[in-house]
């Protein structure tokens, strides 16, 4: 189903040393690196699957063949994260739904279901927490690049925070699933043998099978 809604994905470009650090040891910054490659990869196949009007990837970096054709790339730009999601809102045209790239297992299905709620439900927004505290996707009707300021990021209380955010401003927010992103190598682990058919899964398998 066609919807009016962008897709925004925020991402960091997967180079060796400078993404996914906590999953060395056991991985080596390679090996990371292509864990988190894998992981963009899935998530922006279940993006471009859906029927998103637009997909647009805020990428600190240059693309690569990660990438599919018809993804919009736009630059994040510098300063703290919170800077980087409001400029990465300001290059929404209308109702949007965010998410990053540490949860590969949310499919096209799932997304298409926090689109659906986010255009047909009564509230002004959706959030989708994490269970390390944090949010794995968030959405809103209208482009809101203010929700993110003075809420504090990587951290165990940030979705419970980034709640109380919209609380302030007046927003109310519907509840997506609560997923598991990938941080350590045991979420990797984990998140692959429960979305087992992605390419994610396929590079966690491989590098588990190596290191044992």
């Known amino acids: 189903m066609s919807r009016s809604v962008d897709l925004l994905v925020l991402a960091k470009e997967p180079v060796a040393g400078r993404v996914k650090t906590r999953l060395c040891p056991p991985c080596s910054p390679t090996e990371a690196a292509a864990v988190a490659e894998a992981a963009l990869a899935d998530t922006l196949a279940a993006a471009v699957a859906t029927g998103a009007d637009r997909v647009v990837v805020s990428l600190d970096g240059p693309p690569g063949e990660w990438c599919p054709e018809g993804v919009e790339v736009v630059d994040q730009g510098g300063g703290t994260l919170a800077d980087r999601l409001a400029a990465t809102w300001r290059v929404a045209r209308g109702p949007a739904l ?55 990021t990587s951290r165990t209380d940030t979705a ?53």
């Open 98 to 152: 965010q998410v990053g790239m540490d949860t590969p297992q949310a499919d096209a299905a799932l997304l298409e279901a926090a689109m659906a709620r986010l255009t047909d439900g009564p509230d002004h927004a959706v959030l989708g927490r994490a269970l390390d505290g944090g949010w794995w996707a968030i959405g809103f009707k209208e482009p809101r690049p203010d929700v993110f300021a003075g809420v504090p």
């Open 160 to 212: 419970r925070r980034q709640l109380g955010r919209l609380v302030e401003l007046g927003l109310t927010a519907g509840s997506l699933p609560v997923l598991q992103d990938v941080d350590t190598w045991s979420d990797a682990v984990a998140v692959a043998a429960a979305s087992p058919h992605g390419r994610f899964a396929a590079v966690v398998r491989r590098i588990g099978a190596t290191a044992a």
